[in-house]
Structures are given as C-alpha cells and as structure tokens.
C-alpha cells in the first residue's frame, strides 16, 4: 500500500504557497508605497482555493504528457493573470494606489495565515509519521 501525499496533505500545501506568493506581493507593494503610478496588487486567496479544490476532485482538465521531458503544468496563480488591482480608498496626486497601513495590515493578516497553515501541514505530517510508525 502506497500513500499519496497529495491526498494525505491535501490543499494544504497550496494554501501555504499560496501565502507565501501573496506576501510577496504585498511586501512589493509596501516597498513601492512613494514610487508614482505605482499600482497595488493582491492574489484572491478564496478564488484560489476554489480553483485548486476543483481541481483536486477532478472538475479541472488534465494534461497529457506525450514526452517525458515535458514540464508539469502548475496552477496556483503564478503569473499576472491572477493578481488583481487593489481599488483606492483616497485617491493619491501621484495616482499611487497603495495604502501603507491597509498594506501593512494585509501583510500581518497573511503572516498569522501563513503560520496557521504551516501549523496545520505540519500536524499532518506528524499524523502520516505516525500512521508509518504503526503508532
């Protein structure tokens, strides 16, 4: 009998890519907080999920590999498709759309995120050790 970590850890693993791409992006838009016609960017954390759990319980598409050098597709949001414009509250002279403090605060909200996640991925690996050691 064979274990599957992508079933055993599930979209956990996502999750926590997934944060960690997003506080990038944030940590991008604090360092530009003066650049003019900066634009802020986030990631949709929910339509990631949704999109990812799709595929997991197969209503995605899969990809036929017709040569063993081929690249696996990824998904999860790795390019400029999935990152979205933040809407200003207050407008800026310089049209800089971040917001220092609404960014600030988004970065601590992910942090505590990323760490609940790595908390939870780390509590199933200790499961499937576990489950191997017959305990």
């Known amino acids: 009998m064979s274990i599957s970590f992508d079933k055993a850890l599930g979209i956990h693993e996502q999750a926590l890519n997934f944060r960690a791409?997003?506080?990038?992006?944030?940590?991008?838009?604090?360092?530009?907080?003066?650049?003019?016609?900066?634009?802020?960017?986030?990631?949709?954390?929910?339509?990631?999920?949704?999109?990812?759990s799709?595929?997991?319980?197969?209503?995605g598409f899969a990809l036929n590999m017709t040569n063993s050098r081929h690249i696996e597709a990824q998904g999860l949001g790795n390019g400029d498709e999935s990152l979205l414009y933040r809407t200003p509250m207050q407008p800026s002279i310089d049209?800089?759309?971040?917001?220092?403090?609404?960014?600030?605060?988004?970065?601590?909200?992910?942090?505590?995120?990323?760490?609940?996640?790595?908390?939870?991925?780390?509590?199933?690996f200790k499961g499937l050790i576990s489950a191997l050691r017959g305990e």
Request: glycine share 2%.
């Open 54 to 59: 799709e595929k997991t319980k197969g209503g």
């Open 95 to 124: 049209q800089n759309t971040v917001d220092a403090q609404l960014e600030q605060s988004n970065y601590a909200q992910n942090s505590v995120n990323f760490q609940a996640s790595f908390t939870l991925l780390n509590s199933k």
């Open 21 to 52: 791409q997003r506080a990038e992006v944030l940590a991008n838009n604090i360092a530009n907080a003066d650049t003019p016609n900066y634009k802020a960017r986030d990631l949709d954390f929910s339509k990631v999920l949704a999109e990812q």
